[in-house]
């Protein structure tokens, strides 16, 4: 995305909702980055539909599919450090923690808006095996941890 990619439009407006809008003096801060959704001529853009085009340091990019109830009320942003936990036959582990999201989503399809939520991370390797076999364990619970002590990933109920 370039400060060319948008038609910026006058709108005499102000509401909680507003801040969340891509706005004029924000545009020069998503330089290079990338719209997660098609986007149409008048369509309003969000800033949570704009993500950093991947990682850097050498991090892999992955997309967890979770419920917003189940992702801190799908409050999250860019830039949050988020554990992920997965329950499995009543066994709670963290799957990984301290990963840093890169992307927050919504996408839509089909005529009746069937929409699923999506968080992306930053992961290494072995992470992101972790995170694929969690997923295929079942539902997932995503943790802000933004600011929180740090917990060892495999830790679970009862562990030190």
């Known amino acids: 995305m370039t400060a060319d990619s948008l038609r910026l439009v006058p709108v005499d407006a102000?509401?909680?909702?507003?801040?969340?809008?891509?706005?004029?003096?924000?545009?020069s801060d998503f330089e290079g980055w990338i719209a997660?959704?098609?986007l149409e001529a008048g369509d309003l853009v969000l800033n949570s539909e704009i993500?950093?085009?991947?990682?850097?340091?050498g991090m892999r990019t992955m997309s967890l599919p979770v419920d917003p109830e189940h992702a801190a009320g799908g409050s999250l942003v860019v830039g949050d450090r988020i554990d992920v936990i997965s329950v499995v036959d009543g066994d709670a582990r963290f799957v990984?923690?301290?990963?840093?999201?890169?992307?927050?989503?919504a996408s839509e399809?089909?005529?009746?808006?069937?929409?699923?939520?999506?968080?992306?991370?930053?992961?290494?390797?072995?992470?992101?095996?972790?995170?694929?076999?969690?997923?295929?364990?079942?539902?997932?619970e995503v943790i802000r941890a933004t600011g929180a002590p740090k917990v060892q990933e495999g830790a679970g109920i009862g562990d030190s």
């Open 51 to 57: 993500i950093e085009p991947g990682m850097t340091s």
């Open 96 to 105: 990984v923690a301290n990963v840093r999201v890169t992307g927050v989503a």
């Open 109 to 140: 399809s089909g005529s009746f808006s069937s929409s699923s939520y999506y968080v992306v991370v930053g992961v290494e390797g072995h992470q992101a095996l972790l995170l694929a076999k969690a997923l295929e364990d079942g539902p997932l």
């Open 36 to 38: 997660t959704r098609s």
């Open 14 to 27: 102000d509401f909680d909702a507003l801040e969340s809008m891509v706005l004029e003096e924000h545009i």
